[in-house]
């Protein structure tokens, strides 16, 4: 491999300029090896977020962070692969329907999934709120799931893409989170080293998720889009509301038991549409023809899926889950349509409850969270419960009334409407 | 002291935004404990480089560092003080001749220097090769020879400005070293702690000097000069050509023994010019009325001096310099007029002979080094030496004659001329 200097490497990317191929095969492989120090590397990172990367700089950087460690493959499996990749929101249990849904199509989904950190919820935390369901296989385990049920979500091994590891926390510290070229790497070198053949990204806009705007959120869908394609994986992307909250339930045991009534035919309908949108894109991604996707929702094929699932990961899928033991209701203070019922400020509350952790090594309250009687653009009348605040440990309540304060509105002129979620699409 | 977040700062000055004297404040006190850690501090250093700072920014991290430290005070010595800083050139052996000048008009010069690394050499890699001349000093024993003698050139110590000091090392290793905040606050951080009560600064303009070009010298020359001004301290700006070396001989003993000539009254025209120019600058800020600054180098006043200065630090202005064992004499090629003799060429040339040091901890060959035989814009004849290459290992003489390469012009058609060397002035 030919050798750089990480000061010159530097340098260049802060004046403007490109890295070759092989620089950026030099850095990340010595980065991952700690001789380029972690100060260099968030300079590096700095200049990235403020000079950006070309498309080609952006493939490299991705296929050097799967190269720095072990890479899945599926390809002899006996169907095709399909995963789904969420940007993070509020209330966004989408992963635990739509895997069974898509499996019930014979297109299996290997999902790599992680912890949550910060408002926005983690897949396998709520999965955990499932006794006896554990998130650690081996690939073995994995693979023998993958084709005894056609669907699996357990715990990236630190295995994958490491580089990517290392640098994300140094990007969390730096002040350097929000590159596009940096999350798009991120997100996909782990999805590529997972060994999906397609992919659908679900890439959320609103105050609840990273991208406040639609046209930040176009830009990082279109990245995405091109850097899974360049890498050969089928890869769309689905730009989907994240003003308010998905469905009515957010936090762990809750988002699980809304997940299970959309699986038994019910549940809100912005979680059966975000779903089915979601596992239309996936199939026709993987080459399955058009089926109706909504039918395997209401005939039990996707609940078979899902409770095969969660017995092969030791969870039992008929055990009553984890119920808080303190709740707080907030009440509508005037007649009128809930014209504003904020995604960020509803997640927020919901982690100071303990449906979140502050801190890496924190565990969460799984019975903790919001249940939501009114979803924005519903009409509500005055002393009407607007949502139960739920927790173990009544002294929350406090901070999270708190974290609520301004992210609700009440219009008594305006009228009802219904939310539109998948905003636009961005294909190859 | 007001309370911030590392990361939370590094974003602000990422967007462009400004930070506030209290954050700056805070920034600088706990990356100097420690508390803000070297990789948050980089990308810092990123952010400013390539989104800048304002005058009042400035400003307050520049006495942030002093604050991190100690602080010289010269107020009550009998006589005015007054230095000098340069930022570091070819042959630049000024300060040798300057100080002892000054001071024989009745102002003060406390200067501290630094040792070189890399192709510009240091002031007191310079004075060491003076057999026994002592760089360090305590507060009191500079102090006790500015009364005496009214000049002492030592080693700064490291209470002086601490968090220069840790910065400027994570700089040299994150490319962040050239951008005009950092480099501003690292230059007047150590000056105005220093205790001077005027200063001239030496801004070199150059292939030989940091700065290449005139617009980018000029700018930086108006930063140092307002933000000395503002932190009380009366200074002003010489921009100085360094597109070849100054003077004749470059390396350590040999940039003495061409300093003791012109304090004899003689060598070379740049030499003197630049030091009659700089001495003048520093006599004027000083409040001295107009003098004949050249007398005093004809007239041995400037050498009492130097001899007194060199004698109050241990060292024998008498005794007999380090020569180099070896030397190789590079001829001209062609009759014509020296059109180029470029200053990072023969520096580098110098620093590859052992006049200059590769890391921190090497030792100088205090006879190594370049003596020039023509300068820029002189006429040769084939055949003569142009230059005289010396240093204690002959091996090193290849790799000095490939950094020559490229570096040496000779014009057959161009006409004799003299360099200009003070290009402009800068005063608040």
């Not at 992963?95 to 897949?123: D, E, K």
């Amino acid at each position: 491999m030919a050798t750089f200097s990480a000061v010159e490497l530097i340098i260049a990317k802060r004046e403007g300029g490109e890295l070759s191929t092989d620089a950026i095969n030099w850095l990340v492989d010595n980065y991952t090896k700690g001789v380029v120090a972690d100060e260099q590397m968030s300079a590096m990172a700095m200049a990235i977020l403020l000079n950006g990367m070309n498309r080609r700089e952006i493939r490299d950087l991705t296929l050097a962070m799967i190269a720095s460690g072990e890479r899945l493959n599926f390809e002899t499996l006996p169907w095709p692969t399909a995963d789904k990749h969420s940007t993070g929101g509020v209330g966004d249990k989408i992963t635990l329907t739509l895997a069974p849904l898509v499996a019930a199509f014979g297109v299996a989904v290997p999902q790599l999934s992680g912890r949550g950190l910060g408002h926005t919820g983690g897949t396998l935390d709520k999965l955990e709120a499932i006794p006896g369901w554990r998130a650690n296989l081996s690939n073995a385990e994995m693979r023998a799931q993958l084709e005894s049920v056609g669907a699996v979500i357990c715990a990236a091994g630190s295995g994958l893409a490491p580089a990517d590891k290392k640098l994300y926390a140094l990007r969390d510290v730096t002040g350097t989170v929000e590159a596009i070229p940096l999350i798009a790497s991120s997100i996909m070198s782990k999805k590529i080293a997972e060994g999906t053949a397609s992919l659908v990204l679900d890439v959320k806009v609103g105050s609840g998720a990273f991208m406040k705007n639609i046209d930040r959120a176009r830009e990082l869908a279109t990245v995405l889009v091109q850097l899974g394609n360049d890498a050969g994986v089928n890869t769309s992307a689905l730009l989907t509301d994240m003003t308010t909250p998905l469905g009515l339930e957010i936090g762990n045991a809750l988002e699980v038991k809304e997940a299970v009534e959309v699986l038994a035919g019910g549940g809100p309908q912005d979680v059966i549409d975000i779903t089915v949108d979601l596992a239309r894109e996936m199939l026709r991604l993987a080459g399955q023809p058009e089926v109706d996707v909504a039918a395997a929702l209401r005939d039990g094929r996707a609940m078979d899926k899902w409770r095969a699932m969660i017995s092969a990961q030791g969870g039992d899928p008929d055990a009553p889950l984890a119920v808080a033991k303190e709740s707080h209701q907030v009440l509508a203070e005037a007649d009128g349509v809930l014209t504003k019922l904020d995604a960020l400020a509803v997640g927020i509350a919901s982690w100071r409850l303990g449906a979140g952790r502050e801190r890496k090594e924190d565990a969460v309250q799984f019975g903790a969270g919001i249940t939501l009687h009114a979803q924005q653009g519903q009409p509500v009348r005055k002393g009407q419960p607007l949502m139960t605040l739920l927790t173990d440990e009544p002294v929350r309540f406090e901070r999270a009334l708190d974290a609520l304060s301004g992210g609700i509105s009440i219009d008594p002129n305006a009228v009802e409407s219904t939310k539109q979620i998948v905003l636009d699409r961005v294909t190859a």
